[in-house]
């Protein structure tokens, strides 16, 4: 018999956890969210239309379906309302509820790896304006949200004026009664993706981000990551304290560092749901793990089938993004950038208008370069090089460079 299995989302992002559901068995899938134009939700076999961070519309929907298990989409949210629905029903292959609670709250989160000694900057919880004055702060800080991902309500501020007036926007953007004011550390910003098996890390991948007009926002990431061996076995012994101390059930860790001039990580962004903007495909073009099949593995209370030794290619996942508002008329990707493309996925559509370009992505290439030293170049100089075409809303058409 067929068996059921609820997703808690449908964008793109979630495409490559729909592709892995399938080839991991005869499964009807059902996908849930408030967008129901979402490129994922075509994939599936039906779609109901709600709000997956919403725990209890989550549970009663898998109740109604008789779902046998539950995948989370790529969001905090979507895995608390899995791990919160999975609970009550039994199902297996997530944290409790009250775990993942721990783990998607980062002022909560910073307390832990305090206490175990896992490298975070020096933070404080902010209930109201006033508390901002208490501490004799070394700007700049950063001021944000204590739930939100995706550099959503985070700002760097110089003065106190500037983190008075963040915190009330974060005040605004997020669910809790608190947000974090912690120190702004200077370094790199690398990506750390793992997966668990009884608290111990079985596979890593480590990756160098990259950042276009909003710092807080990921444009891209390419692999293999300059961190030294040093940095990396220390980020994934902190990943292994934190299983330890929050009994985390096998599967994703994945986190954001920073990582200053001394080599010292970080830890800044952790979740245990799968990266949005198919990071897990750059994963497995680098690699050659089937990462979103492992992911799905695992949230099937599946084992896990890993390749005995990975690849190492030279690799990168690129957002296209503009610098400007406006109706999208096009891309034009030089033969430099097109001809070591491997993969991509464009949505926008002619006639679409951008109204937030900061946070607006057009679509998703994958690259494959001949050496480091290409990789890094192109990727330099690629928002110069490859070209949006955009109308501005009056009519006046102009090509912009990307």
Not at 65 to 90: K, M, P, Q, R
Not at 100 to 124: D, M, Q, T, W, Y
Not at 195 to 220: A, H, I
Request: include cysteine; glycine fraction near 8%.
């Amino acid at each position: 018999m067929m068996k059921k299995i609820l997703i808690t989302g449908g964008s793109h992002s979630e495409i490559p956890l729909i592709d892995a559901i399938r080839r991991l068995g005869d499964h009807y899938i059902i996908s849930t969210g408030r967008d129901e134009g979402g490129l994922g939700h075509q994939k599936t076999d039906k779609y109901v239309r709600g709000d997956y961070s919403d725990g209890d519309f989550v549970l009663k929907l898998a109740r109604e379906e008789g779902v046998a298990a539950i995948v989370s989409g790529c969001n905090d949210f979507a895995y608390l309302s899995t791990a919160y629905a999975c609970e009550a029903l039994g199902l297996p292959g997530h944290d409790s509820y009250e775990t993942a609670r721990k783990f998607h709250r980062k002022n909560v989160l910073r307390s832990i790896c305090e206490k175990l000694g896992v490298r975070v900057p020096f933070f404080r919880e902010i209930a109201a304006e006033s508390e901002l004055e208490k501490y004799e702060w070394n700007y700049p800080i950063i001021i944000k949200p204590t739930d939100l991902t995706g550099g959503k309500g985070v700002r760097k501020c110089s003065n106190l004026y500037e983190a008075q007036q963040a915190y009330h926007m974060a005040v605004m953007m997020t669910r809790q009664n608190v947000v974090l004011a912690e120190e702004y550390i200077e370094g790199t910003n690398n990506g750390a993706s793992m997966l668990l098996k009884e608290g111990k890390v079985v596979f890593s991948f480590f990756d160098n981000e990259e950042y276009y007009l909003n710092k807080y926002l990921v444009s891209g990431a390419y692999a293999p990551s300059d961190l030294s061996e040093e940095t990396r076995a220390e980020i994934v012994s902190g990943a292994e304290k934190i299983a330890k101390e929050l009994s985390l059930t096998d599967g994703l860790f994945h986190c954001q560092y920073i990582v200053d001039k001394d080599g010292k990580p970080y830890l800044i962004d952790p979740c245990r749901r799968t990266p949005g903007d198919l990071y897990v495909m750059l994963v497995e073009y680098s690699t050659g793990c089937r990462y979103a099949e492992n992911i799905v593995r695992a949230e099937l209370a599946m084992d896990y089938e890993l390749p005995e030794k990975p690849d190492n290619r030279i690799v990168a996942r690129e957002c296209l993004m503009t610098d400007r508002n406006g109706i999208f008329r096009g891309i034009e990707i030089p033969n430099e950038y097109r001809k070591r493309m491997i993969d991509s996925i464009i949505w926008a559509r002619s006639g679409f208008l951008v109204d937030d370009y900061l946070k607006f992505k057009f679509g998703i290439v994958f690259y494959e370069f001949e050496n480091r030293e290409i990789q890094k170049y192109l990727l330099k100089y690629q928002y110069s090089n490859i070209s949006i075409k955009m109308e501005d809303v009056e009519g006046r058409t102009e090509e912009i460079p990307d």
